[in-house]
């Protein structure tokens, strides 16, 4: 099974804190952070779309001593998803211009999009495919299974092999009546926007959304791996990938093949790329008003126990007594990541980090093993809190190095 995505939850923040936030309010929060956490990646700070904050920090190649700049590229993992929504969102609002008929395409079934001659389905469309709506992959409510593998650079499968990989399985719930988060989703919901647009999902973010918006430094690739785009000089921002227990940092021994991760976890980007997407997000300048609107809506409770936590369209929202925050984070093999923003102060914060140690060898299997046993725990914080004992449990120390690996948070610098 796929290793789980963990979002860092940020606590409520008071408008005073946001209101007054600068860039010399940020250096000095981070420099208390730098004393009992470890940076290694970029952060970047906007306020009323101006820039106040934006570096690096450690090292992005330690093969060549390259140091992370605000311009280091990262590969950013689930964020890919919100760019992945706004793209269906905007291919279905090109023949639907109306917010009704949006809608209405998004609550068809994915048998529409994808019909049982589609080659996706190899010749065998899965019953659930006609009980499965656009809406439901949306918002992890699909119930759909997870493909039986872990993404690695020795697992080379097209499309229609991925799909097999899961599309005999049960649904794990009938749609709409869970949350579960989920790869398949976005997987799939990949192959429609390509059905629909005539584009690969990648040409179509950068003719759409990535060169309007100036966002040069941000791809999709559909091949290879960050260790083989690193490999062919075309790419020399990009950072490698590291799993942190002690120094010195180990590189990844197995990323995940980009063709695999697609819309689901695939994208490469900065901080200051990110900024950029956030101000034209939530200024309606990638849909219309009205399809921003239907995005950005609170669909679905994440946590059944907080009244707080929702999940739009690829994208979370967090409801605060000073406001919503929007956010997603991000996490696969040698990267971590979170892009956060809040309307009423309009704040970007975004930070990209090139490590993970839940896919360090020793805690990875701990972590599988233990995710897999308390899968059926909906509270987040009491199944992050389970699931770290359990990996604690396996290899003792393992919450000493977490200590000094959480992401920097925007509620770390407010």
Not at 92 to 108: D, M, R, T
Not at 281 to 297: D, I, K, S
């Amino acid at each position: 099974m796929f290793l789980c995505t963990f979002f860092f939850m940020i606590g409520s923040l008071m408008a005073t804190e946001i209101s007054t936030i600068s860039s010399e309010t940020i250096t000095s929060k981070i420099q208390q952070f730098q004393k009992s956490h470890m940076l290694n990646g970029a952060i970047a700070v906007a306020k009323n779309n101006t820039t106040i904050y934006a570096n690096g920090f450690g090292i992005a190649d330690h093969t060549n001593n390259q140091p992370c700049t605000k311009d280091t590229q990262f590969f950013i993992a689930s964020i890919t998803k919100q760019f992945t929504a706004a793209a269906l969102l905007h291919v279905l609002w090109q023949q639907n211009p109306s917010i009704e008929s949006l809608k209405s395409a998004l609550h068809a079934p994915l048998a529409h999009y994808l019909p049982a001659s589609d080659p996706i389905w190899g010749g065998l469309m899965p019953q659930w495919a006609k009980e499965v709506t656009l809406h439901h992959m949306l918002t992890h409510t699909s119930g759909l299974p997870a493909p039986n593998f872990q993404p690695n650079e020795e697992i080379t499968l097209t499309p229609a092999e991925v799909a097999a990989s899961f599309k005999s399985k049960p649904l794990l719930f009938a749609p709409g009546t869970n949350y579960q988060y989920c790869f398949s989703s976005y997987f799939l919901l990949s192959q429609i926007i390509t059905r629909l647009s005539g584009k690969s999902l990648s040409a179509y973010l950068n003719e759409y959304f990535f060169i309007p918006f100036g966002m040069k430094n941000t791809l999709l690739p559909e091949s290879g791996t960050c260790r083989t785009m690193k490999a062919s000089g075309q790419y020399p921002n990009i950072s490698r990938g590291y799993t942190y227990i002690k120094q010195p940092l180990v590189e990844t021994k197995n990323y995940a093949r980009n063709a695999l991760l697609c819309g689901a976890g695939g994208m490469v980007s900065t901080v200051s790329d990110l900024l950029i997407w956030n101000h034209h997000l939530h200024n309606n300048q990638v849909l219309p008003a009205e399809a921003t609107a239907l995005m950005l809506t609170e669909h679905v409770q994440i946590d059944p126990e907080d009244p707080s936590t929702y999940y739009c369209y690829g994208i979370q929202k967090i409801k605060t007594p000073n406001g919503d925050i929007f956010k997603h984070d991000g996490s696969i093999a040698g990267f971590i990541s979170t892009l956060q923003y809040i309307p009423c102060d309009q704040v970007s914060f975004a930070t990209l980090a090139n490590y993970n140690i839940y896919y360090a060898d020793e805690f990875k299997q701990a972590c599988n093993e233990g995710s897999a046993t308390l899968y059926h725990i909906k509270n987040q914080e009491l199944y992050k809190k389970l699931l770290d004992q359990a990996i604690e449990k396996r290899v003792p120390g393992f919450l000493d190095i977490k200590k000094r690996h959480i992401l920097l948070q925007l509620k770390d610098i407010a």
